[in-house]
């Protein structure tokens, strides 16, 4: 059941364009919990996930694999064993969740859910040097992961596990859905802000945020910035839930007294 906001609703509820991938799991109860909550949602896709094949034919050649998204657990999560003697870390809960279905556990999960900072809190717990890491990545992956690690001594292998492609066709409705204005624009990928940005430009129209703008993640809110010189909405925890409570906040403080 979703959290009661205290949100107030009204005939003009606001609108919200959410821009990330085909809602399910956690992504639809985020959805779910702001349309519960008296916002009208409304979703489209502005990036699309595609898994790569990836087959390894000796795991015992690797210490750790490091899932930095529960994309990367998808690719290859079939060919792990819970018997296994290879390691595993996880950047994020959703990561590390993801691997339950595979019957995988996670032998450490950094307090911090950004590749960037992982790094140092994986070598203040563990002797890094010499470790050989597995890292299955996607296209748009920030490399500071691998270079990080191999600057104390490790050797890691990056992997393309899965595709991350703009959307760069819209359909009639798409494209008024795109101009229509919005009362919060939410994004949870640097990705995602260049697509909207891009699908703008495609219509002519300037590639600037009409309401207010909410990230997920400190890349993604530096991409925001970027192109719209401001970010609204950033909650301190990278969980979908943590951002629900915080465009309900964001409005609820709006209401008039």
């Known amino acids: 059941m979703a959290a009661d906001s205290g ?13 990330r991938p085909l809602a399910v799991g956690e992504s639809l109860a985020f959805e779910q919990d702001l349309e519960a909550a008296g916002f009208r949602v409304l979703s489209m896709p502005l990036i699309e996930v595609v898994t790569t094949a990836v087959s390894v034919s000796d ?17 290859i999560g079939s060919q792990l064993s819970p018997a296994s003697r290879l390691s595993i870390a996880c950047v994020g809960p959703a990561t590390e969740q993801a691997l339950k279905p595979y019957g995988l556990h996670a032998d450490f999960v950094s307090p911090v859910y950004d ?22 990545c996607g296209n748009l992956a920030d490399p500071h992961l691998k270079t990080g690690l191999e600057s104390q001594g490790a050797s890691v292998t990056a992997c393309p596990a899965y595709e991350t492609r703009l959307k760069s066709r819209f359909s009639p409705q798409e494209a008024q859905a795109l101009l229509d204005p919005h009362d919060l ?5 640097p990705s995602a802000v260049e697509a909207f940005q891009q699908g703008l430009r495609q219509m002519d129209r300037p590639p600037e945020a009409q309401g207010a703008v909410a990230c997920l993640g400190p890349r993604t809110a530096q991409a925001a910035l970027k192109a719209f010189g401001r970010v609204d909405i950033q909650p301190e925890q990278y969980t979908l839930s943590a951002l629900s409570t915080a465009i309900r906040q964001y409005f609820k403080a709006k209401e008039p007294l």
């Open 7 to 19: 949100f107030k609703r009204s005939p003009a509820r606001p609108r919200i364009l959410v821009t």
């Open 59 to 75: 795991w015992a050649q690797y210490d750790w694999v490091f899932f930095t998204s529960k994309n990367a657990v998808k690719s």
């Open 115 to 136: 590749a960037r900072n992982a790094v140092q809190y994986f070598a203040d717990r563990y002797a890094v040097n010499g470790l050989r890491i597995f890292w299955p």
């Open 185 to 189: 624009l939410v994004f949870t990928s």
